[in-house]
Every structure is written in structure tokens, then in C-alpha cells.
């Protein structure tokens, strides 16, 4: 638990046909036995994940992945896989055989990754078999248009400066870690509350909330932390009002009438949505949710596996809260963890959870799934305050995304 959470790290790909050596360079990054290597190609079939502290770049994810040129019926599942793990890619290692040199196939694949704007570099292996002249290496750049390096992952060659070469290409964008910094300012007062019931987890409070504890203090702010039970006398301990008051959006509504109209309020989820996932999708998703037909089937997706307690929020409140908003009986499926379906044709609609414990990338492309299949997408925050009615209330410190709120039938 001491380690930075997988949402967090700079997801690290290395991509490229079967046998390059994709799981051979992976072991020489980490110097351990991570993955597994032979001769017969296809020996990776799932995505190996290894965390670790990448000098000098920090905490990343680097991730071996089955080759992507693999035939039949197994390689179509692998290389879904591996498309899958594209999804969640911040950077990107494209591994070059130095005596194949480029293929189609590489082509295709740096064409692929540059379409979802994913920055990478090439990485000539097996350079202790063939010289590998700079020249060559120039021309390689030129025709993958990205910064390619040579290695040998056998003998070490290239390593340590591969290194250096993924910190200096590699940018993490720290923007991710921005849940409401922008708000607020050193010595201003952030008022947080959190809700405890049966659903809640034991021991602990949920990610979201830690998230933006951390951001209150990270910005030299002070956070108090306070449940509904208890707020009225926690506002009347408080010599001045607070900066911004966020709640956590199951009890927005019972909040909401306590806190002065002219102090910004808000919730963890409209935070954590704006942070990593795409508000203006989630209203647009939002409003044509609430038309749909009775008996539309709507996907329910959280990303974190946790044990479901009575009255879960994906298993019973949010089919509660589409109810209440609609009026109508609709079909609910649910799914957990790191899946997310490619095909959504079934569904007619998805309510994603905040994606606390993805990075920003994956939740977009669960968004850009969603808008590619044509299916509305919104998150447990939008439809909680709106079927609580608050919902302009939530949005009104986000001046941009309350006018599309308003100006989106
Ligand atoms: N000579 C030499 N052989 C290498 C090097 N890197 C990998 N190999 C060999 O290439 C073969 C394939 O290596 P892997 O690391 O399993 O390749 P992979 O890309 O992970 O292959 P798949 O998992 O099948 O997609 C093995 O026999 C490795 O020992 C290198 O730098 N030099
Ligand atoms: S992964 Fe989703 S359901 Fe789990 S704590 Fe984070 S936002 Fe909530
Ligand atoms: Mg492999």
C-alpha cells in the first residue's frame, strides 16, 4: 500500500512482432526475470504488468505484451489483448529485430499508435548479431517518424542509455494528479464530505476521497473532513466559510440546502470525472440516458474489484437512480476491474464510475469505445445529483461545462 497507486504511474507499452525480444528487453529494463523468453515466437500470450521505479523518469508500469503479428484463432485473442492494453498506453516501445529491420508490419503499428496520439519510440534489438550503423538508425527514424535507439537486451548493450532515451521522450503529464489544485489557493480552507454506510468500504475511505485530500494538502490548503451527520456543527466550528466544499454525491442532496449558495460546492465525482474521464461527454451521455425507451439495457462499469455489500452502489443504487431519473424498468449488466467491452452494440447506454484507479488514458479510451459505438456514456456523479436535482448546483464551478449542461437538450 506504500506504493504509488497504478492510476498514477506512467504506463510504459513495449509492442512489436513475435520474437523480437519484446520480453527479453523487458527483463533487461528491470534486470529481472519478469517474462518469460524463448525462440518460438508467441511465447508471451497475456500482458505481463511489472510496477517500478524507472530512473530517471519515477514510478512507471512497463508492460510486455503477446506479439502482434500472431495468426489463427488464439493470436486474434492475443492481439485483442494487446489492443486492449494500447488502451491504457501513456508511452509506447515499438521493438525492431535489427535483422528484419521494418516491416509492414512496424509500419502499420507506429501508423496505429500515432492515430491514437500515443508518443513512442523505436527500439533497434539484437544489435550484437548485426552492426547497426547510425545511418541506419536515422533512416529507421525517418521511416517511423518517431526517435528510434539500438540495444541488445542479451548482452546489455544500449540499456542503460534506452533509459535515459524513454525519460527524455516520455513526459508524464502531471496535469493528472490536478483534481481541484486550480481552485484553490496556500492557506484556503477545503470542507470534504464524506458518506459512511453499509455500502462503504470498512477500514478506509474510498480513493476518490484520499485522491482529493491529498491534492487539498498538496496545494498547502487545509482539508477538514466531515461526514452529513455532523455538518452543521462542523460549519459552525469554522471561523470562515470555506473556499470550496466538495460532498461525496450520495448525500448531495441532503448537504446541498446547508451550504451557503454563495460558497462553491461540488462532489468527488464531478472532480474525479473532470480529472481523468470527459464531463461535456458525460452531460451529453447524461441527457440522452434519461430519454431512452423502458427496457433499454444499460452497462453498469467500476473499476475497482471490491467485495459488494448490502445495498452495493453498482447493484442496486445506481439501477435506483436511473429508475428515479427515468420512470421506466431498464436491463442492467455490470462489469468490474480492468474489463471494459470493445463491442458496446447491446447496450444503449453506460454509467461508468469515476476510474479512481486507471490512469486518464484508459478512461478515455473507455469514452472513445462508448462514442465509437454510438452509445451514450455518463458517470455515477452526473446521474446521482441529477436525480437528486442538484445537479446545476454541482456544476455551477465549472462555468464552461454548466452552460453545455444548460445549452445540451
Ligand atoms: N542474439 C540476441 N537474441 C535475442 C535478443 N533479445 C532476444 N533474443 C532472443 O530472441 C528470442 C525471442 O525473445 P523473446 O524475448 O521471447 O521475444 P518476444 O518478442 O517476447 O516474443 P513473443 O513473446 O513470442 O512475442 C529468444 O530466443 C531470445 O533469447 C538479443 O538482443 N540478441
Ligand atoms: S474505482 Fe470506481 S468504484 Fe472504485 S473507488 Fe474508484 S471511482 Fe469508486
Ligand atoms: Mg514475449
Redesign the pocket.
Known sequence: MNTTPMGFRLHIAILGRRNVGKSTLINAITNQQIAIVSEVAGTTTDPVFKTMELLPLGPVVLIDTAGLDDNGELGALRKEKTYEVMDKTDFAIIVLDAEDGITAFEKELAAEIKKREIPSIGVINKCDLISVTTDLVHEYEDTLGIPVTKVSSKTGYGIEELKGFIADHAVYDDTQLNILRDFISPNDTVLLITHIDCAAPKGRI???QQQTIRDVIEAGATAIVTQEKILVQTLEKLKEPPKLVVTDSLVSNIVEPLINAKIPFTSF?IL?GRQKGNLEEYIKGLKRIIKLQAGSRILIA???T?YRQERD??KVQIPQYVQDLTGKEMSFDWTSGTYFPRDLSKYDGVIH??????NRQEMNSRIRIAKENNVPITN?GMLITCAQGIIERVLEPFPNIHSIYQSET
Open positions: 474510498i480513493l476518490p465525482s474525479i467500476e473499476t475497482c471490491h452502489l453498482a464510475c469515476g476510474g479512481c484507479t486507471i455515477y
